[in-house]
């Protein structure tokens, strides 16, 4: 990792801070503002934008960039604090995502809405703008979203296993194209080595992962800890006794869901079943 420069000057200024350290990270590694984003999948002259304090960019592209320099948390941070709002990210949502940038293995568990390491443009577009994102803030959080999915995407992708409740493919989006481009999509990516996924019928009953999204970190010491999330809050779990009891009830659901064989033909049943029509 780039060493960082001792904080003078301006830079205990906090946003001036974050630009600075975003531009001695990247020319400290010899990348060019349009090599980075090609690597991330941004516009390039987001990140210049960035760089020059113009603007702060989003959490998930901070997220990206803290990934892909090897800054796990640190750069969040700093965004953070140049915010100026410490009500946008709590401790535990900001520690997790750090985490997840560690995490060799990756567990997750989807109540209703496709995890956004699998989505399309189309399909987080629709599930942003209907969670109150309008015009530039929600193209922002869109191409954010985007950037995420490096994490599976790279060479040294770490493994990610994911079960989808059948209720999340049959929730359709309203634009049929879209939604036909998201199940492509989902069929492409679970022929990776490194992404698994099963599709848990609504006939296997009730279960211990009803009511909320899950995600399970292995970390390299070899402790795992569990982000459970709703859509309206999420904790971080660290306990061992709770994370244990978290992960036995993950693999009695895994042994209810279908067999990734089995799981990859029902996506492919639903894809043929999905009107071609836009106006689904």
């Known amino acids: 990792m780039p060493q960082r420069r001792a904080v003078t000057g301006r830079s205990q200024e906090p946003r001036q801070r974050f630009a600075e350290e975003l531009r001695t990270l990247r020319t400290s590694g010899g990348t060019s503002l349009r090599q980075l984003g090609e690597r991330l999948g ?9 760089e020059k304090g113009e603007t702060l960019g989003s959490p998930e592209v901070v997220q990206a960039l803290d990934q892909h320099y090897g800054t796990p948390g640190l750069l969040l941070a700093l965004w953070e604090l140049a915010a100026g709002d410490h009500t946008q990210f709590r401790e535990r949502y900001r520690r997790y995502m ?17 995890p956004g390491l699998l989505q399309t443009p189309g399909y987080a577009r629709e599930v942003l703008a209907a969670g109150g994102l309008r015009g530039k803030e929600l193209e922002q959080q869109v191409e954010a979203r985007m950037g995420r999915r490096e994490l599976l995407e790279s060479e040294d992708a770490p493994p990610f296993r ?5 209720a999340v493919l049959r ?14 999509h989902l069929l492409t990516i679970t022929e990776r080595p490194s992404v698994t996924a099963h599709v848990l019928l609504q006939s296997a009953g009730l279960h211990g992962l009803m009511s909320a999204d899950m995600w399970y970190l292995l970390l390299p010491e070899g402790r795992t800890v569990v ?4 859509g309206y809050q999420g904790e971080l779990i660290e306990e061992a006794n709770p994370v244990v009891r978290l992960q036995k009830t993950y693999d009695a659901v895994r042994d209810l869901a279908l067999p990734p064989a089995e799981s990859r033909k029902f996506i492919l049943r639903i894809l043929e079943e999905a009107p071609c029509d836009p106006s689904i």
């Open 98 to 114: 750090a985490l997840e940038a560690e995490a060799v293995s990756l567990w997750h568990f989807a109540v209703s809405v496709l």
């Open 171 to 184: 929730t359709p989006l309203r634009d049929g194209t879209e939604w036909r481009n998201q199940l492509e």
């Open 162 to 166: 994911t079960i989808l409740s059948e």
């Open 227 to 230: 982000y459970t999330e709703n």
């Open 42 to 50: 941004w516009d390039w002259s987001l990140f210049g934008k960035m």
